[in-house]
């Protein structure tokens, strides 16, 4: 263990205020590119990274990274003033939610298990909707579930981060076509049902303009945790 890690193990922070993070050195430590000044997902998986710390080193480390994968997205307590040699794409800020509900008895709801074969499918649909990053390895993260009409996919939504005792819901998307039929509620009470039978606890990211979201996920149980600033990375341009 690094000392920057020993250092987030003892400052007693809830693990949450640095997903990514806590993410990639655990559960999906698989994944994992980098060293103990910053680590990231393959960019085919998703944009995500984190740094150990704010220092010099760690953001060299995290550039490196840049240079040999492509942009990355932060997701921190803070907002990110990077150094220089960088170049800032994107910012936004998050609210994370976490589920207190409590699991009623569900009614039938028709869904498919998505696989890797409907990865195109899906890659489509997220393009058209936009529920946040996506690539052609996001669905090697957990559990993705689906709805199809006619034999096409309508809607999906599924496990993307995953730390110890909590998973993240993400790619929650409905074909503009066939909003306001449940969908996107039947998918979200199947993940709560199906991470919760492992003990763990649901959350999600959402981005604060999203109002129409945010209302669908409190009236599921989901509670506001606390608002975290998003923030996109690129080279800076010589």
Known sequence: MSEAEAKRKASGIHPLDDVVWNALV???????LGDGGAIRYPSDVAPYAATADSSAESFAALRSLVEAQGPVTLVTTD??????????????VLLQMIWQGRLDRQDEFQHVRL?????????????????GPFGPRTIELGSYFG????????AMAGERMTLDGFTE??????DEAFRGRGHAAGLMK???STIT??????????????RTAISLYRT???VDRREMHLTGLDRAQS
């Open 115 to 131: 696989a890797v074969a409907d990865v195109p499918e899906m890659l489509a649909l997220t393009a058209a909707t936009r529920p």
């Open 79 to 92: 907002d990110i003033v990077p150094p220089p040699g960088f170049s800032v794409i994107r910012r936004a």
């Open 26 to 32: 655990a559960t999906h430590k698989r994944f994992a």
């Open 220 to 222: 599921l149980g989901f």
């Open 197 to 210: 039978a492992r003990g763990e606890t649901p959350f999600l990211h959402v981005f604060t303009s999203n």
């Open 147 to 154: 709805v199809r009409t006619q034999d096409e996919l309508v």
């Open 169 to 174: 819901i993400s790619a929650v998307c409905v």
């Open 190 to 192: 199947l993940l709560i």
